[in-house]
């Protein structure tokens, strides 16, 4: 016991040994990101699994019926083009007949007026009008589904899989869409993520952006069906085409890690791009990182603040943290305290990584007081979400006795967890507060 101690603690005392900052590690780009809704319909974006009773994925949203396209005029049928008859030549003049002979009287033959450009040739065709049962059945498919959103809303599952079941088996995409969603959750039905994977599929082929998104989120987990990542971008493109900002910040990633496609950082960041102009959090922090990082863009940590800020007064708690870390680096008098602020509002989510960097704050007295029983009680708090980086700073803290009382056998069990050879029981998060879009 006492050699495997030795071999634990020497390098963590030599590395711990007169720190001051803990530095976090980078986020990687390929974190899992949960979206989630509450019963008010409310969304939220989070690194840690939604609590019990989250409605763990977005609804799609009710379709609504686009007002009547009035019929477009039709335009005046242009002018038949009148072809000019060929000059005849002149025709000799007939001898003068003889008074004798008197030729009987031919009946002129009416001439056929030549047709003008206010007469059409043919008159024009009536104007298609849409059968009035398709109309009204358009009409109630539409108050179906809005019907079964309300019932998904108010966690009547059952309710929202009765209207859902019907309409797609008629060839709804958008009910198919949905059952699907009912189907990979377990909301109404047992959890069946093969009868999910074919719902989406019916749905994606008829069209469906957020189904293709949510089939290729499953062929890229492997989820239901046989992971292919490289159908997954299929399915992703599709999607991202249609301007589904989930889409396209799926696929951002997957150029910036190369997975399923070729590595391109330019191809990433426009993708990203596309998303985070339309207010998509998660795509604003990716874009953020490429700039901080100078992947795909000229390294700019203006622009980066700029994209981590967007996304983090929207609540997103890995752009928090991301924009805390600038201020950290930053070497202005105010960036301390800026840090500890954006840190607080990450660790209030229960996000671990600002956990732990609000920890080293207090730890190194950085734009706050210094308090090592707090810095301890925030490391400690990481640490048994799993959080390895939290869970070696709370080791030094046992092994220096700072905050805590001095103990080589705490240290010597948390540097274990740290490095693997144990894992901490995971703390719920707490719900952060809510993003509306």
């Known amino acids: 016991m006492g050699a495997l101690a030795d071999r634990l603690i020497a390098p963590l005392a030599a590395v711990l040994a007169g720190v001051v900052v803990v530095a976090l590690a980078p986020l990687a780009g390929a974190e899992e990101i949960y979206r989630w809704y509450d019963k008010d319909g409310n969304v939220y974006y989070t690194q840690q699994p939604p609590p019990a009773g989250a409605l763990r994925a977005p609804p799609a949203p009710a379709p609504i019926t686009p007002p009547p396209v009035p019929a477009e005029p039709r335009p005046e049928p242009a002018a038949p083009r009148v072809t000019p008859m060929p000059r005849v030549p002149a025709v000799p003049p007939r001898p003068p007949v003889p008074a004798t002979a008197t030729a009987p009287a031919t009946p002129a033959t009416p001439a056929t007026p030549a047709p003008t450009a206010g007469t ?37 599952y059952a309710a929202a899989l009765a209207i859902l079941r019907p309409l797609a088996e008629k060839g709804d995409a958008t009910a198919q869409s949905r059952l699907a969603a009912l189907y990979e959750r377990g909301a109404g039905v047992e959890q069946d993520f093969v009868e999910a994977a074919m719902w989406y599929r019916k749905a994606a082929e008829g069209g469906d952006p957020s189904a293709q998104y949510s089939l290729g989120g499953l062929l890229s987990e492997g989820r239901g069906l046989k992971r292919d990542e490289a159908q997954a971008i299929v399915w992703w493109q599709r999607a991202a085409e249609h301007g589904l900002a989930d889409a396209q910040t799926s696929l951002g990633s997957a150029y910036h890690d190369g997975v399923g496609v070729a590595k391109d950082d330019a191809a990433a960041v426009l993708w990203w791009r596309k998303a985070a102009q339309q207010g998509f959090p998660p795509a604003q922090e990716r874009l953020g990182f490429a700039y901080e990082q100078g992947a795909g863009v000229e390294r700019s940590d203006e622009q980066a603040m700029h994209w981590y800020r967007t996304a983090a007064e929207q609540g997103f708690a890995r752009a928090q943290v991301n924009l805390a870390d600038l201020y950290r680096k930053s070497r202005k008098s105010e960036a301390a305290a800026e840090a500890v602020r954006w840190y607080r509002v990450a660790a209030a989510q229960g996000y671990p990584a600002a956990r732990h960097g609000l920890a080293a704050a207090y730890a190194a007295g ?41 103990s080589r056998e705490e240290a010597e069990r948390w540097m274990r967890r740290a490095t693997g050879g144990g894992e901490a029981p995971a703390t719920p998060a707490q719900p952060p507060a809510p993003v509306t879009r």
């Not at 059409?120 to 009008?129: E, H, L, T």
């Not at 179906?144 to 009547?156: K, N, P, V």
């Open 366 to 406: 950085a734009g706050v007081k210094q308090d090592y029983a707090e810095a301890a009680r925030l490391y400690r708090q990481a640490a048994e979400q799993g959080w390895a980086p939290a869970q070696a700073a709370l080791a030094g803290m046992y092994l220096r006795g700072e905050g805590v009382t001095k």
């Open 120 to 156: 059409p040739s043919s008159p024009p065709a009536a104007a298609a009008k849409t059968p009035p049962d398709t109309a009204r059945s358009a009409e109630d498919t539409t108050a179906s589904l809005t019907q079964a959103l309300e019932a998904y809303r108010r966690a009547d």
